[in-house]
């Protein structure tokens, strides 16, 4: 897991690199190599996710969550799965109305050096749970 962030860290702190190195204005080599350092990094999270196993917290595929929401009827799935998936949503949808005022308002930088600050964030709370939990 720690791996994982470690990679995905690098990542992003490659695509904020070559987002400011572009400056404002992106030139379409730059967005594509942004974008495709970002789904590296993506893939990398959505490995982690899945190998932590976290019920209805997947990070790049919303689809499946959504269509529990609409397919499960209440009552015939496992106690707190619905609640677990809306604010699963709830939670990407806010992030996704963040990211993207940031974006709008500061721009790309703005947003990947949030990202960068966010990851190392999750990888120091993962480094101290880590140290903290008997071998």
Request: hydrophobic fraction near 60%.
């Amino acid at each position: 897991m720690l791996a994982g962030l470690a990679e995905e860290i690098a990542l992003v702190g490659l695509a904020l690199v070559v987002s400011l190195a572009s400056g404002p204005s992106l030139t379409s080599g730059a967005i594509n190599a942004t974008a495709a350092t970002i789904a590296v990094a993506m893939g990398i999270q959505n490995a982690v996710a899945r190998k932590l196993a976290v019920p209805d917290l997947t990070t790049t595929v919303v689809t499946l969550t959504l269509t529990g929401l609409v397919a499960d009827r209440p009552g015939a799935t496992a106690p707190g799965a619905m609640t677990r998936r809306l604010v699963s949503v709830g939670a990407m949808f806010c992030g996704a109305i963040a990211g993207a005022t940031i974006v709008l308002n500061s721009g790309a930088s703005a947003a990947l050096a949030l990202a960068v600050g966010l990851l190392a964030a999750a990888t120091a709370l993962a480094v101290g749970r880590t140290a903290l939990t008997p071998a």
